[in-house]
């Protein structure tokens, strides 16, 4: 089992930049597809970026693109998530996810990942 752990949460504002990381441990990431969801309060599990094993396919739905970047660094088992120009709306807690595969055809959801992380808050101010 993988032990996944978010770093970089943060308070800032409107227009504002923001790096979240995610460390793993207890299983190699490098053969797997990794992603990043988050959750607002009262709202379900939102899909954000996820990246293939290699890096090769990037997926974001349209709410993100062009302002949220999905990186990974398998030498240092950790998965990286630029957030640029970042809305009120992008106010939520983020979670890391390790992929059961090592990409997916289509955009993945949830169940495309057995194991998550525990969390950061990202809270942007209007």
């Known amino acids: 089992q993988v032990q996944l752990v978010e770093s970089g949460e943060g308070l800032v504002q409107a227009g504002g930049s923001l790096k979240l990381s995610c460390s793993a441990s207890g299983r190699t990431l490098s053969i797997y597809g990794m992603g990043w969801f988050r959750q607002a309060p009262g709202k379900e599990r939102e899909f954000v970026a996820a990246i293939s094993w290699n890096g090769g396919r990037l997926y974001y739905p349209n709410s993100v693109k062009g302002r949220f970047t999905i990186s990974r660094d398998n030498a240092k088992n950790t998965v990286y998530l630029q957030m640029n120009t970042l809305k009120p709306e992008d106010t939520a807690v983020y979670y890391c996810?390790?992929?059961?595969?090592?990409?997916?055809?289509?955009?993945?959801?949830?169940?495309?990942?057995?194991?998550w992380g525990q969390g950061t808050q990202v809270t942007v101010s209007s």
């Open positions: 996810a390790a992929g059961r595969s090592a990409y997916w055809i289509g955009q993945p959801d949830f169940t495309d990942f057995d194991s």
